[in-house]
């Protein structure tokens, strides 16, 4: 069985968690705090030298780092429920749209930034927020505008199934809403993210439904 290291709180793992549920594939979690256990920190960087989560284990010869060559393994590995449509222009606009979040927001507000922002640059939590969520509508202003210019009407990001975009829109936007950052601008990406929400595969992936969520709270 392929086993997912992740914690509850990773946008990166989430969106792995969405799409392997997506996808009906089974797999075991290995829950990792990575910014907070150092012991275990210090055996993970042997499998994964980033030392970053999501890390999934498909077999002893494969370890696969890195959200989306996570995702490109699961859609080329198991396509009968794809998260990319047939066309290849939709295709390219659905990565796209995708990449806003995963290459050009989760950077800016990941742990690590965040951290070096507090540690070496000396910014206060007010001056930290301020940069955590300038990122994030720098990111789903122009998301907003993509979905509505094409007359955005739908339970999806993109035609009437989840993909991709669905898969890399609602971790950022959990994200967003835990942090109570005001997405009233953004109707249509609230739209999609309620519509995702009411689908099985993204309930059983949603941070709060992780079992080592359920721990951090005891
Ligand atoms: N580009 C990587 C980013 C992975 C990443 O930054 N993961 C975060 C959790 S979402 C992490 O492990 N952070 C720990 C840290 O920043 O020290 C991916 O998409 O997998």
Not at 7 to 29: D, P, Q, T, W
Not at 75 to 83: A, D, F, I, Q, T
Not at 118 to 128: G, I, N
Request: charged share 20%; net charge neutral; aromatic share 10%.
């Amino acid at each position: 069985m392929l086993q997912l290291y992740t914690h509850y709180r990773s946008v990166s793992a989430h969106r792995v968690r969405i799409a392997l549920n997506i996808k009906g594939v089974s797999y075991k979690s290995i829950f990792l705090d990575v910014g907070n256990a150092p012991a275990e920190r210090l055996t993970y960087l042997n499998l994964n030298p980033q030392g970053l989560i999501p890390a999934l284990v498909v077999d002893e010869n494969l370890l696969i780092t890195q959200s989306s060559a996570i995702l490109e393994y699961l859609e080329e590995r198991y396509p009968e429920r794809p998260l990319l449509p047939e066309g290849i222009e939709l295709r390219a606009r659905i990565r796209s749209f995708a990449q806003i979040a995963v290459a050009d927001t989760h950077p800016l507000n990941n742990l690590r930034t965040l951290r070096y922002l507090r540690d070496e640059m000396k910014l206060d939590y007010e001056q930290r927020s301020r940069w955590f969520v300038h990122w994030l509508h720098k990111a789903f202003a122009p998301m907003e505008s993509i979905l509505a210019g094409t007359d955005h009407d739908g339970a999806y990001c993109f035609g009437d199934r989840a993909s991709l975009a669905d898969v890399c829109l609602v971790p950022q936007v959990s994200l967003a809403e835990r942090y109570g950052v005001d997405l009233s601008s953004y109707p249509c990406l609230r739209r999609v993210y309620r519509s995702c929400l009411t689908m099985a595969a993204f309930q059983a992936a949603a941070p709060e439904t992780q079992a080592d969520h359920a721990a951090a709270a005891r």
